[in-house]
């Protein structure tokens, strides 16, 4: 069986980002549905896979990340109108049978993505 996972990373201060908040939800033809909150440990991950077993099924999902309030925490300056706030993820689960690793790279200024392993 697969699963979802994912990571954050503050490369501002060089360091894995604790504390951030994760929305997932689940797209399809009717809209969004919001299917799981979690937040980031002292690494940057959760404490435990955003879905496998029979939670994962091929289908169109985003993940939500709470940047600005993340940066706000930290004291980043003179970021009041926040460039970055919330940070959307779009992707796609092909196979319930592979896994999904989606890694956030973010300062509060640009961010970056990819499919991990």
């Not at 060089?14 to 980031?40: C, D, F, N, W």
């Not at 404490?47 to 939500?64: A, F, I, M, N, T």
Request: hydrophobic residues 35%; contains cysteine.
């Amino acid at each position: 069986m697969g699963k979802l996972s994912t990571h954050v990373l503050d490369t501002m201060h060089g360091k894995p980002a604790q504390g951030v908040e994760i929305r997932l939800y689940r797209i399809s033809a009717a809209g969004s549905e919001l299917i799981k909150t979690a937040h980031t440990n002292h690494d940057g991950r959760c404490d435990e896979p955003l879905l496998q077993g029979k939670e994962l099924l091929p289908g169109r999902y985003e993940l939500v990340f709470a940047a600005g309030d993340y940066f706000a925490r930290l004291g980043v300056q003179n970021i009041e109108n926040r460039f970055l706030d919330e940070i959307p993820i779009r992707f796609g689960i092909a196979s319930a049978d592979e896994n999904y690793h989606v890694p956030l790279v973010m300062t509060p200024w640009t961010y970056s993505t990819y499919r991990g392993s």
